[in-house]
């Protein structure tokens, strides 16, 4: 009986697997696409191929998933290579999404589920730089209060990121997959995190 044949994984999956170990993630190269597929469909990004190196952390106040959304045939490469969080937390009760700039993972075709329309919140700077979707002002402003606001406003961010009750999923523009791009896509959603379950 021959043994199964592995299941393909890009470069640098070792690299990832070492990090997750390294800090007490889970790691699964090829994880479960069902529990990726229950977010979408996204409002500004697009839904990839398959997911991959997916790492799990688990905290007092969450879970943290972060993976790399793989945008082509299984071993072909993509145009561009991302990372992406998603965060089950306790705080978000609104529902909205944003996008500054066009980054690679931005969703241009809209066939079967078209995003809210867009909205204005009234914040001058934020307006001014953020394309914002909601289905109202109010779910707006209550997706992305001041304090996220002012965090991502602060921190120069560029990319997406989609508010849903009870989490949320954010890609930062120009991360790479490498153990760095990990770290630095974990700690950008916990700061997210932070923003709900602290807010004062």
């Not at 398959?50 to 007092?60: A, D, G, H, I």
Request: negative net charge.
């Amino acid at each position: 009986m021959t043994p199964p044949v592995p299941k393909w994984v890009p470069l640098g999956s070792q690299t990832i697997e070492y990090f997750a170990r390294a800090r007490g993630f889970a790691y699964e190269a090829r994880p479960e696409e069902r529990w990726f597929r229950h977010w979408e469909p996204h409002d500004t990004m697009v839904a990839p191929e398959l997911w991959v190196n997916s790492c799990t952390e688990r905290t007092p106040y969450g879970v943290f998933v972060v993976a790399e959304p793989w945008t082509a045939n299984e071993g072909v490469d993509p145009v561009e290579r991302a990372v992406v969080a998603f965060a089950q937390i306790g705080g978000p009760v609104c529902r909205a999404a944003m996008r500054v700039g066009e980054p690679f993972l931005t969703r241009v075709a809209f066939l079967e589920s078209p995003p809210p329309p867009k909205v204005l919140l009234g914040d001058a700077v934020w307006d001014e730089h953020v394309t914002t979707f909601a289905h109202s002002i109010d779910e707006a402003k209550g997706a992305f209060p001041p304090k996220l606001r002012k965090l991502l406003q602060e921190r120069g961010f560029k990319g997406h990121l989609e508010i849903r009750r009870g989490g949320f999923v954010v890609h930062h523009e120009g991360v790479p997959p490498t153990a760095y791009g990990y770290e630095l896509t974990f700690r950008v959603a916990h700061d997210i995190a932070k923003a709900f379950i602290f807010p004062n």
